[in-house]
Nanobody, 120 residues
Framework: QVQLVESGGGLVQAGGSLRLSCTAS????????TGWYRQGPGKRRELVAG???????NYEDSVKGRFTISRDNAKSTVYLQMNNLKPEDTAVYYC??????????????WGQGTQVTVSS
């Protein structure tokens, strides 16, 4: 089954760190960008960090200098290292990617979401 499986969320105090992982199951990442999004309570889903296949990255302004996106193609996994977390980072985090399996491209797949809660 082609899917993205996320892990690594949880409850952390302000100033703490978490690392989210997102692994392609039954598939591999295509030669397109991967990204992490989040949706806070009562808010729209927003792009937090993105990475192109050639390693170019971009970050939402509020997370610059605190979050780092990385990708291990051999493990078909993309990571989001989150440091110096703030209560406003509280959200459900989703990864997004195009996947390939047996020569078929699967566009715009989403992980199941992982809850990140930052207490003050």
């Amino acid at each position: 089954q082609v899917q993205l499986v996320e892990s690594g969320g949880g409850l952390v105090q302000a100033g703490g760190s978490l690392r989210l992982s997102c692994t392609a199951s039954g598939s591999t990442f295509s030669n397109n960008a991967t990204g992490w999004y989040r949706q806070g309570p009562g808010k729209r889903r927003e792009l937090v960090a993105g990475m192109t296949i050639d390693g170019r990255v971009n970050y939402e302004d509020s997370v610059k200098g605190r979050f780092t996106i990385s990708r291990d193609n051999a493990k078909s996994t993309v990571y989001l290292q989150m440091n110096n977390l703030k209560p406003e980072d509280t959200a459900v985090y989703y990864c997004n990617a195009d996947l390939t399996s047996k020569g078929t491209l699967y566009r715009d797949y989403w992980g199941q979401g992982t809850q990140v809660t930052v207490s003050s």
